[in-house]
């Protein structure tokens, strides 16, 4: 089984894993890897290069981004214009009524999404990006509780525990897959799951997300991309 292969399957795995847990988190529990599989999919098939050197570690699905298009990262702007991705999306089991899933149709735009490739697009187009980088999130799951987007740290601890066991293993598996030399978490969530899989020199990128001002700053002045090309052109 090749790489790519081997990250569809152990994809599919962890989205039916954690599709067995009864979560005590009383809100809707969305699963990009169910019903907007024909996106991932593509993504990962296109994004799987021999010879990377850097894996973007992200933390879980935004409610304008991988849940609508299920693509990391997925402002659907970027998904269809830069990545060349626009099949179909399906619906959740559940369909958040106050943040519904309405696949490419979105009209919101992520704003980590914007900041995240957009910095991808700064380096070159999509094949050349990927032939440094591999971007993935630690849980594919997204959490909405009424009009809020819940981060798996805000989760009972119950459910938190669940997803540092079950995601964790999945990614130590991830990493041994991927193979490359350079790790890079974005947002300290990020950092700490990739320390605890074993990482011992973790990149950090702040998190490109609106909640955290601090950081908009060092994507926007191009500090995001100078480091990534520091980093890929060193390693």
């Known amino acids: 089984m090749n790489r790519t292969s081997r990250i569809l399957s152990l994809s599919r795995s962890l989205s039916s894993e954690l599709e067995t847990h009864h979560w005590a988190f009383g809100g809707i ?7 907007a599989w024909e996106n991932y999919e593509r993504f990962i098939r296109m ?9 973007f570690l992200g933390m879980n699905p935004g409610p304008y981004g991988m849940m609508q298009t299920g693509v990391p990262f997925g402002e659907v702007d970027a998904v269809r214009n830069y990545l060349g991705i626009d099949g179909e999306v399906g ?3 559940v369909n958040p009524p106050l943040k519904k899933v309405v696949g490419m149709s979105v009209r919101q735009h ?14 070159g187009c999509a094949e050349d990006f990927f032939s440094e980088a591999f ?49 890079a978490a974005l947002g300290r969530y990020a950092e ?13 990128f702040p998190h490109p997300s609106p909640r955290s001002h601090a950081s908009m700053g060092f994507w926007d002045s191009g500090e995001a991309i100078s480091l990534f090309r520091r980093l890929v052109s060193e390693a």
């Open 110 to 123: 992520e704003v980590s999404g914007r900041k995240f490739w957009g910095m991808a697009a700064a380096y």
């Open 192 to 204: 700490k799951r990739l320390l605890r899989a074993g990482i011992k020199d973790v990149i950090y």
């Open 47 to 55: 994004s799987v290069r021999e010879g990377q050197k850097l894996m």
């Open 135 to 183: 971007v993935w999130s630690f849980c594919p799951l997204a959490f909405i509780d009424g009009r809020r987007n819940v981060t798996p740290d805000e989760l009972p601890a119950a459910d938190r525990d669940y997803i540092d066991s079950v995601c964790g293993k999945y990614l130590s598996e991830m990493l041994a897959v991927v193979d490359v030399p350079i790790h």
């Open 91 to 93: 619906e959740p089991a």
């Open 29 to 35: 529990v969305c699963n990009p890897l169910s019903y």
